[in-house]
């Protein structure tokens, strides 16, 4: 099984936060990115089990996005 996590960078909080469609529950932040992917892969398989009643394999896609405004 695959799942998608999604980083998206908060300008106003200067927070990365990891959310997912395919895991229930799974809300994280973080002001450093490296640091939120490490809490990310240690919370997603906590998860996986308390949502799924068997063990199974599974893939993590992780996609990021930031947005920056700036003036000239």
Same mark, same amino acid.
């Given at each position: ?6 980083? &998206?960078?908060?300008?106003? @909080?200067?927070?990365? &936060?990891?959310? %997912? ?13 490296? @640091?939120?992917?490490?809490? &990310?892969?240690? @919370?997603?398989?906590?998860?996986? %089990?308390?949502?799924? %009643? ?6 993590? &896609? ?11």
């Amino acid at each position: 099984m695959e799942y998608v996590i999604n980083f &998206t960078w908060d300008n106003e @909080a200067e927070v990365w &936060t990891a959310t %997912s469609n395919d895991i229930p529950g799974l809300v994280l932040e973080s002001g450093s990115f490296d @640091a939120l992917l490490e809490r &990310t892969r240690f @919370a997603v398989p906590e998860l996986i %089990s308390l949502n799924s %009643s068997k063990n199974q394999s599974f893939s993590l &896609t992780f996609k990021s996005e930031r947005h920056e405004r700036m003036v000239l």
